[in-house]
């Protein structure tokens, strides 16, 4: 719990503040939970699921110029792998929103997306071309949708992988 929330953060710093340049630091933290997890089948299809649908909401709302990256890219590698680091902490430190309330899911989601954004635009990983307020109401509705729909992404995957090691277990 511990060390994946201090990975994700250490993963989130390095990518704002060094982009491009922190790819090897973002692939190294990245595999140091495939070689610590006991659930590496679980935690790698979650990985694929998260990374690849916040990857392309991400997309998207960088086509139609919400934000943009100074590197002039559309999505920048290592926002992807900032998402795969993401995508990790569902079954780990942010296993707690499973508990909550979809509202509440929704409302940190907003609150907390929204921020993470604005720290990266103010520490300049990233640009607001509709400017400020439009771009946070934007990130708002974004994260109110999405963060729910990956707590019930991850919550799936887990349900599915425990029936299947259960049942594993049984048959030996």
């Not at 390095?14 to 982009?19: G, I, S, Y």
């Not at 960088?62 to 902490?89: E, H, Q, R, V």
């Not at 990233?126 to 400017?131: E, M, T």
Request: glycine share 6%; proline share 2%; charged share 10%.
């Amino acid at each position: 719990m511990v060390f994946n929330f201090l990975s994700f953060q250490s993963a989130w710093f390095v990518a704002v503040n060094m982009q491009q340049q922190g790819l090897l630091i973002l692939l190294v933290i990245l595999v140091s939970h495939f070689v610590l997890s006991q659930h590496r089948g679980r935690d790698f299809l979650t990985l694929i699921s998260i990374t690849l649908i916040g990857s392309l909401v991400d997309l998207s709302a960088s086509y139609i110029g919400l934000f943009s990256f100074k590197d002039g890219l559309i999505l920048p590698f290592w926002l992807i792998l900032l998402w795969a680091n993401f995508s990790l902490t569902f079954h780990y430190s942010m296993l707690w929103l499973k508990r909550v309330p979809i509202m509440i899911q929704a409302i940190l989601g907003g609150v907390f997306g929204c921020f993470s954004y604005f720290a990266a635009y103010k520490l300049g990983a990233v640009d607001y071309p509709f400017g400020e307020t439009l771009t946070i109401l934007g990130l708002i509705v974004i994260w109110s949708v999405s963060l729910p729909l990956y707590v019930v992404i991850a919550n799936q995957i887990k349900g599915k992988y425990d029936e299947q090691y259960s049942h594993a277990l049984c048959i030996k």
